[in-house]
């Protein structure tokens, strides 16, 4: 007998996990995920797992730390119950801009995050523009690494754009940026940077014309927005039309509202995989895409055994 699909979510991202049942049209499991008084995670799941086929969805945002636990000890209480297989959908993989040992005595804090799920018992891992491709190395059990670019390019070809050329923020986006020029049939451009420490970085060249062009910025994560403002700003000096941005993860910390609305990027859409809370309202140059139909077809798939090659194309 097929086992039976179930879906549940942590209180990183609720509203996604919603939109996500409702397209896959099953209900969304019951759990409780509270605190105890000291502040330690408190878990129970409600939904009978036994022997089914179980889907967490949990991104990584802020505050990271206690939804990485709620993850985890959700995968625990799960795998406990009994669930033939659980499968942890992470659309935001926190920590996986700590890919490699960029310096003497770092940590390499996203193979941390990969070895911390096999441990809690996932079976499977369902991601969505993971920082490097490389991240999926580091786990021992199968990874389905989305992109967002399906999202996008169907969001900016409906727009209608006059001479675009995509831009890619730096030159380990380029890949990123080359597949969106591929779909648009457009040109493309680098902007060349330096990152002196995280969080601080200095436009030092541009690579292509965007003279008289509407620039497209495409990247994974805007946090603080100081590489994307400083982007736009080098695309305007050296003669763009216009520049509007599309980035999958809005982690949007510390001063990046501010830069937003001081930058000259016109429009900055990003997908739901982390909930923008309260900053909607701080700035009338985001919209939102959703991820949900990607990711209910990821889901739809893996637990009928059938391909998802081409959701990756």
């Known amino acids: 007998m097929e086992s039976e699909l179930l879906v549940f979510s942590g209180n990183a991202n609720r509203k996604l996990a919603e939109r996500i049942c409702k397209y896959l049209d099953v209900p969304l ?3 409780m995920i509270g605190r105890f008084s000291d502040g330690e995670t408190r878990v129970e799941i409600d939904s009978n797992v036994r022997g089914r086929d179980v889907f967490l969805i949990q991104p990584t945002c802020a505050p ?5 636990m709620e993850l985890l000890m959700m995968i625990d209480a799960l795998k406990r119950a009994s669930a033939q297989r659980v499968t942890a959908v992470v659309p935001y993989y926190g920590y996986g801009r700590q890919e490699r040992k960029s310096a003497p005595r770092t940590p390499i804090s996203a193979k941390l995050f990969a070895n911390l799920l096999e441990s809690a018992g996932a079976h499977r891992v369902l991601t969505l523009e993971l920082h490097t491709g490389a991240i999926q190395g580091f786990f021992n059990i199968p990874v389905d690494h989305l992109f967002s670019k399906p999202v ?3 969001n900016l070809l409906k ?3 006059e001479d675009p050329i995509v831009v890619s923020p730096d030159a380990g986006g380029v890949e990123r940026a080359r ?4 779909v648009l049939e457009c040109g493309l451009a680098i902007v060349d940077k ?4 995280p969080g601080v ?3 030092m060249n541009l690579i292509g014309d965007v003279k008289d062009k509407t620039a497209i910025l495409i990247d994974d994560i805007c946090d603080t927005a100081g590489s994307l403002s400083q982007a736009a700003a080098t695309l305007k000096e050296n003669g763009a039309k216009s520049v509007v941005a599309a980035v999958t993860h809005p982690v949007l910390s510390g001063p990046a509202i501010e830069r937003l609305n001081a930058s000259p990027i016109e429009k900055l859409y ?3 995989t982390i909930p923008l809370g309260d900053k909607a309202s701080l700035t009338e140059k985001i919209e939102t895409l959703t991820v949900a139909e990607l990711l209910g077809k990821a889901i739809r798939r893996i637990h009928n055994a059938d391909s998802i090659s081409s959701l990756f194309i």
Request: hydrophobic share 40%; net charge positive.
């Open 270 to 272: 990003v997908t739901d």
């Open 179 to 182: 597949a969106v020029a591929k």
């Open 64 to 68: 990271a730390n206690e939804h990485i």
């Open 194 to 197: 330096r990152r002196d420490k």
């Open 201 to 203: 970085s200095k436009v």
């Open 152 to 154: 996008f390019c169907e």
């Open 159 to 161: 727009l209608n754009i």
């Open 29 to 31: 499991g019951s759990a």
